[in-house]
């Protein structure tokens, strides 16, 4: 089922604004944008992806017991298939080989994410008004609308060619 199907199957805004203030109590200025983002999704026409969407929790470092909700993608590479695996020194052989690709999804115009699959585990896992809350979330981290996402996108691409951004590792465990 596609995040877009998701959508038309919850087609009211109460839901998915119930979960969205419970899950980011930080959201509730801003409520009505969140609304009026989902409204359009509504009509917006989905582009056809191979990425799957996760929603899962993970334990942060020094975030007490409260589980952190992430937003990520898959399409189903591998980490020993990635162009630069071998550059890092990893063996073809390690764990770490045989490991799902994810990434972020945060800049991914709202097209191609309402043609996304949402992975089975998390429909099982997760409610779907829920999975609504959260891929909002991480829908406007950089906006609310989407040609402002694309210059925020488009900036952060500047900069990293100009060396400004390290690598990230993530540390936290999956609960």
Request: proline share 7%.
């Amino acid at each position: 089922m596609t995040l877009k199907e998701i959508i038309c199957r919850h087609p009211t805004w109460a839901g998915a604004r119930y979960y969205l203030l419970g899950s980011y109590p930080e959201t509730r200025d801003d409520v009505d944008k969140y609304g009026s983002v989902f409204e359009a999704l509504l009509y917006m026409i989905p582009r056809p992806s191979t990425v799957h969407i996760f929603v899962d929790s993970v334990l942060v470092p020094g975030g007490g017991a409260v589980p952190s909700v992430r937003v990520f993608g898959r399409d189903g590479r591998m980490m020993k298939d990635m162009p630069d695996f071998d550059r890092f020194g990893r063996s073809r052989e390690s764990p770490l080989a045989d490991t799902l690709v994810s990434f972020a999804l945060q800049f991914v115009p709202w097209e191609d994410w309402l043609g996304m699959e949402i992975d089975p585990r998390t429909l099982e896992t997760v409610e779907e008004t829920a999975i609504i809350a959260h891929c909002l979330k991480n829908m406007t981290f950089a906006g609310f609308d989407q040609e402002k996402i694309r210059r925020r996108w488009n900036e952060l691409k500047a900069e990293v060619g100009k060396g400004a951004f390290r690598p990230w590792r993530p540390t936290g465990k999956v609960a």
